[in-house]
DNA sequence: GTTTGTGAAAGGATTCACAGCA
DNA sequence: TGCTGTGAATCCTTTCACAAAC
């Protein structure tokens, strides 16, 4: 299944959810593709990865791809996650209503501050980066949730990848060096400003050679 | 300019500012390859993009690196954001620290809700969602960060577009829709959550059938 | 008639490998 | 000798366009 495939499925999970719950059973790769903000031609390509679900002239089962979506995406199962950091950003993860009803469930916070050990967040009782071992054997957690400073991001990602977990989303502001078989997603908004930065640098250029 | 080049540049930015922090003052393609995660022939093709700028032999001067870059993503000026939606995440945004020292200055925080109307938000008194034409106007806004629920997402997301705003970062979990001349950037953590678990998935898959 | 699934073509991005320069 | 800059080759992704199926 290629990359960008993968990336997109998320994407289509959530329109084909947001179609079930207007009462749609079915749904063309036009109409889905839309909702997507996808071309048809790429969405009925993606789809044909996952096995032969649509009917000719009709559309898809909505029901019948949400579930082969999910089984591909490895939805089957609820995953354990930890989350390393509970500073400004930390705290709004922790807080973020999508985890549960996705198929993730936070299974500890921790933060390397001793002095907030115990304080509660969204329930969640502060633990010590110190646990983080006890944490990911005894919850069984396979992914790692890094919102830490800078500063400290890698030494958590050293200590996560010593723990056994391979699959890490790094908020900060770092580039995480990792054993090949380890997978690193990262999320950094001065990036995504940087790139828009970009593309609006180079709108106002264009406006500018070629005046309305 | 590949747009897969442009999203590498922040990155690449990032690096150089922590090599000058520590006193380097040139660089070899391998070594900012390996601290920006990537391969060394990528770095120096993306970097041909910009220019000659390197000495063979030697390697890239670091501050001259450092300014074509921040010249290219059009980091001379300094560019306001709007940001809509003060909940949760929304607060997270607005005390993140990393707005100030890398060009971008948050104007105004919106939010739908009168309720709070007034209230401080790291350091910012929240306004009406009613006031955002005035705020884009007067403090010259170039780009929206989309912080609401889904549910109103698409609605702020024309209104910034109807105010010529025409690059917004969304964080809210839908798909806008847009204008073609407008730029759209999202980040959804469910969605870098879920390709983390096809992976995960993957890899539990692989290990049982070739079992150590 | 409508819509899927997919070969074939086109377009991008990455990697290779080395000429050219310091 | 060391390292950049870049054509050429490879790989990946997207788009086209249409036969097959309903």
Redesign the interface.
């Known amino acids: 299944m290629p990359e960008a495939t ?2 997109r ?3 289509y ?3 084909l959810n ?1 179609l079930a719950e207007t009462g749609r059973t079915t749904v063309s790769s036009e109409a889905l593709a839309t ?3 996808v071309g048809s031609a790429k969405l009925r390509k993606d789809l044909s990865h996952l096995g032969s679900y649509g009917t000719r002239g009709v559309g898809y089962d909505v029901q019948e791809l949400v579930f082969h979506i999910s089984r ?4 089957g199962q609820r ?1 354990s ?1 930890v989350l390393v950091g509970v500073g ?2 930390g ?3 922790a ?2 209503g ?2 549960d009803d ?3 469930r936070i299974a500890a916070l921790l933060d390397a501050d001793p002095a907030r050990t115990g304080e509660l967040v969204a329930g969640l009782p502060i633990r010590l980066l110190s646990d983080l071992a006890d944490v990911v054997r005894d919850e069984g957690v ?2 790692g949730l890094i919102a830490t400073p800078a500063a400290g991001a890698q030494d958590v990602c050293d200590r996560l990848v010593a723990c056994g977990v ?4 790094n908020f900060a ?5 990792v054993p090949e ?1 380890v ?1 690193v ?1 990262r ?18 250029a264009e406006a500018e050679v070629v005046p309305a």
């Not at 591909?72 to 939805?75: F, Q």
């Not at 391979?166 to 989303?169: A, C, M, N, W």
């Not at 502001?173 to 060096?177: D, G, M, S, W």
């Open positions: 993968v990336a499925l998320p994407v999970l959530r329109a947001a909702a997507s903000g591909a995406l490895g939805l995953w996650v400004n950003l705290q709004a993860l807080g973020y999508g985890f996705r198929g993730f396979s992914i391979r699959s890490i989303l502001p770092t580039v995480l060096q078989d997978d997603r999320v950094d908004l001065s990036n995504e400003l940087q790139i828009l930065s970009f593309h609006e640098h180079r709108k106002a």
